[in-house]
């Protein structure tokens, strides 16, 4: 089992930053990948960036160039660093993890608010 907590998340001005962070814990040495997703109201979960145990990041052409997702594997961290916030991306943001034990699993976290005002 793996349990993640995010924090970081807030409301911003259009054109601000924000850092979101993500901690895991538990069985952490099954972690493969880890990410980040979102979800604003009425809207279907869209995973918007993703950092592999070797260090390659993948993200959503909604957020390229403006996000940047990394990852402290001392301390079973990942982080989302978003700049050039736009109000389109006002969200929940939920850390994810990919683990592997045998079998594939995923784990979510409870998620953070995040508010772009116009």
């Known amino acids: 089992q793996v349990q993640l907590v995010e924090s970081g998340g807030g409301l911003v001005q259009a054109g601000g930053s924000l850092r979101l962070s993500c901690v895991a814990s538990g069985t952490t040495l099954s972690i493969k990948t880890m990410g980040w997703s979102r979800q604003a109201p009425g809207n279907e979960r869209e995973l918007v960036a993703t950092v592999s145990s070797g260090g390659i990041t993948d993200y959503s052409d909604s957020v390229k160039g403006r996000f940047t997702i990394s990852r402290d594997h001392a301390k079973n961290t990942v982080y989302l660093e978003m700049n050039g916030l736009k109000f389109e991306d006002t969200a929940v943001y939920y850390c994810?993890?990919?683990?592997?034990?045998?079998?594939?699993?995923?784990?979510w976290g409870q998620g953070t608010q995040v508010t772009v005002s116009a």
């Open positions: 994810y993890a990919e683990t592997l034990r045998g079998t594939w699993a995923h784990y």
